[in-house]
């Protein structure tokens, strides 16, 4: 049977993607040796690193000023690095979620940290308005996309001090004005490739601005002097992100990815709305395209057990919400095909009509 994959990461990568990928681990480009067993320092993989590199410029447009890196460590990793290089005295940070929280608590270790507001008195299920960025802050950290709960920034928002955005799960769905930030960065296995690789978008004058020394490793400027090379690169990820890449330019670039996406989502979210066993848990105005939460009405409740095996006999894989929501979570990410939400929605309706 057909399996539509709505893992939330990772996830779900174009089928493409995956066959140049393969291909390349058995002979890359015909040289008679698997991407796994070059080094990193060869022109085969400079050549791969640059063109990752260079489309991710290209497609986010990214401007002069700004540097791409490929990097091991996970967004976890950023949490850390952030503040490392960033946080003299005070950084600000909005609390959307269990990844907002996890970032925040690193910077404690270097600073003051203020939270500017938080959706936690609705488990999330919202992102938070009208408050007030301190100034004098060293930077303002958000996420972009709430992975967990459902909720999404979805415009690139006006900061007085230095923007800093996980975008671990909404890169490359949508078009983002990169100079409004002064970093941008996320794991690759929820949008861009298998797990493995950090990419960091970075804007270097705001570098070396810290006292205090920073271990070599941890430190960006190691990266940016080093191309992403100073140790070994996770070379065979890189690969894949960068025929991702390719495949969102061929497709017609991120402002077409998101004009998919959006009407992606409509789908599902108007057949929830539509339901009268299934209801959304985010506010309207903060859904995410990316992942979609829902749960039954309270007098459905206990078909939620039963809904889950329905929809796994029917292909659907991953859908079950993260435990501190609860319900269901279908991941919309770029490489899912609208076919799967469409057969997803079929799913509901077939399960609806036979249990009401
Ligand atoms: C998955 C996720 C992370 C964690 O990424 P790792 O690469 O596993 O460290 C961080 N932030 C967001 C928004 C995520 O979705």
Redesign the pocket.
Known sequence: MKKHNFN??PSILPRVAIENTAKAVLDLNGIGMSILEISHRSKDFQAIMDEAVALFKELLHIPEGYQVLFLG???????CMIPFNMLNKKAAYLET?V??K??AKEAKFFGDVNIVATSSDKNFSYIPKGYAIPTDADYFHI??????YGTEIHTDIDSPVNLVA?????ILSRPVDVSKYAMIY?????NLGP?GV?FVIVREDILGKVERPIPTMLDYRTHIKEGSMFNTPPCLPIFTVKETLKWIKELGGVAEMQKINIAKANLLYNAIDSSKMFTGTAEKESRSLMNICFVMKDEYKDKEDAFMEFAKNNGMVGIKGHRSVGGFRASTYNALPKESVEALIQCMKDFESQNS
Do not use: E
């Open positions: 939330a990461g460590g996970g967004a976890s990793l950023q949490f979620g990844w907002a996890k970032a996420t972009t996309n709430n992975t967990i996980d975008m671990s799960s909404d996320g794991g690759a296995q929820k797990a950090t």
